[in-house]
């Protein structure tokens, strides 16, 4: 039950963070995105349409050869 909880929470606050970055700095197919701490990539991925133009760097090896290429 907590879990569920959480997990609603941190999905709702991701959302929030999408849209305040998409506000402030509008990304364009002109645009280099690089996401600090990506791990996979997936949080990324879902707020930025443009995913050509975003390189992941994280400092787990692990998380990167997860990277989901889109």
């Keep these: ?3 569920k909880l959480f997990n609603s929470y941190q999905k709702t606050t991701r959302r929030k963070r999408g849209e305040v970055f ?3 700095f509008q990304p364009t197919e002109q645009h280099n995105i690089l996401d600090l701490g990506g791990s ?3 949080h990324i991925a879902n707020i930025i349409p443009l995913r050509q133009n975003v390189t992941i760097a ?3 090896a692990k998380k990167l ?3 989901v290429r889109f």
């Design 1 to 3: 039950m907590l879990r």
């Design 22 to 24: 998409r506000q402030y």
């Design 40 to 42: 996979d990539g997936s």
């Design 58 to 60: 994280d400092i787990s």
């Design 65 to 67: 050869k997860e990277v």
